[in-house]
């Protein structure tokens, strides 16, 4: 979707480069791409260190152990949005917890 909000229509992507494999939709359809564009104000990009270090707070502060989709919006909110959002109250939704032991502590250590 970032991709197609940067070119202003529908794009795709050849294959999927990040470890929130649930994040990375082949393609935007038309209806999706119009309806983000119509109540989406901004993306925001996070990479795998970034879910990496959200899924880490994530589970050493409150004990979830979340998928690297589901710690997305905590990573937005420490890297790129932590100056813009210092301060203010904020409220995130954490979902997802489809990751095995094995895999989250690899993703984690």
Do not use: W
């Not at 795998?48 to 050493?60: F, I, K, P």
């Not at 109250?89 to 489809?98: A, T, W």
């Amino acid at each position: 979707m970032h991709r197609s909000f940067a070119a202003g229509q529908p794009q795709g992507i050849d294959e999927v480069r990040t470890i929130a494999d649930s994040l990375g939709a082949p393609h935007a359809e038309p209806y999706s791409f119009g309806l983000c564009r119509r109540f989406v104000d901004q993306l925001v990009l996070v990479d795998d260190q970034q879910l990496r270090q959200a899924m880490r707070l994530l589970y050493d502060e409150m004990k979830l152990v979340v998928e690297p989709a589901g710690a997305a919006a905590t990573a937005a909110l420490c890297g790129p949005l932590s100056d813009r959002l210092s301060g203010k109250r904020v409220g995130l939704i954490v979902c997802g917890s489809n990751i095995d032991p094995g895999t989250f502590h690899r993703f984690i250590s």
